[in-house]
T-cell receptor, first 114, second 112 residues
Framework: AQSVTQLGSHVSVSEGALVLLRCNYSSSVPPYLFWYVQYPNQGLQLLLKYTTGATLVKGINGFEAEFKKSETSFHLTKPSAHMSDAAEYFCAVTKSGGSYIPTFGRGTSLIVHP | DAGVIQSPRHEVTEMGQEVTLRCKPISGHDYLFWYRQTMMRGLELLIYFNNNVPIDDSGMPEDRFSAKMPNASFSTLKIQPSEPRDSAVYFC??????????FGPGTRLTVT
């Protein structure tokens, strides 16, 4: 079975500070990994994804994540937070073969202070 | 592409009434998912379809919930009878195999 753990239900940063949202996964086969963002009163939208190849993945709005197999992690980072980054962030994992159904983490709420 | 379309966006109903939520997936997507999101339980997968066929409905809370996908461009989630604890935001999402999911804007259901 696959699972996702997002450390910290809330992360608070100042505008301009580094953003780090943590995601650890478990999967019995090579995973596909995703980060989604949910703005208030909206559905989830894809921020970035890792399937194969380069382990450092760049997404929209300046976010990036690095797949570290040895640490089973896929942490999301952004060098400088902006007020507009305030949202809920979800990490998800699915298997690279077989049943496709993704497993989502509980989400991390990013709070950005001026 | 218009993305995943859900209707209605908001639904307020009284306990005991039937509620029907609707979803139009993105054309060409083989998978359709129904999720429920609440503060207490987070994002829960209720049921998913592959090529219009229900594959796993183990997340459906109880027999009051049912979902159908009569064709590739339409799905419904029905709650009958509705209860206050069903109040949540319900999302529909679609995807191609092993690709990311595309979520609709959600239906906010309030049962009084």
């Amino acid at each position: 079975a696959q699972s996702v753990t997002q450390l910290g239900s809330h992360v608070s940063v100042s505008e301009g500070a580094l953003v780090l949202l943590r995601c650890n996964y478990s999967s019995s086969v090579p995973p596909y990994l995703f980060w989604y963002v949910q703005y208030p009163n909206q559905g989830l939208q894809l921020l970035l994804k890792y399937t194969t190849g380069a382990t450092l993945v760049k997404g929209i709005n300046g976010f990036e994540a690095e797949f570290k197999k040895s640490e089973t992690s896929f942490h999301l980072t952004k060098p400088s937070a902006h007020m507009s980054d305030a949202a809920e962030y979800f990490c998800a994992v699915t298997k690279s073969g077989g049943s496709y159904i993704p497993t989502f983490g509980r989400g991390t709420s990013l709070i950005v202070h001026p | 592409d218009a993305g995943v379309i859900q209707s209605p966006r908001h639904e307020v109903t009284e306990m005991g009434q039937e509620v029907t939520l609707r979803c139009k997936p993105i054309s060409g997507h083989d998978y359709l998912f129904w999720y429920r999101q609440t503060m207490m339980r987070g994002l829960e997968l209720l049921i998913y379809f592959n090529n219009n066929v229900p594959i796993d409905d183990s997340g459906m809370p109880e027999d009051r919930f049912s979902a159908k996908m009569p064709n590739a461009s339409f799905s419904t989630l029905k709650i009958q009878p509705s209860e206050p604890r069903d109040s949540a935001v319900y999302f529909c999402a679609s995807s191609r195999p092993n690709y990311e999911q595309y979520f609709g804007p959600g239906t906010r259901l309030t049962v009084t």
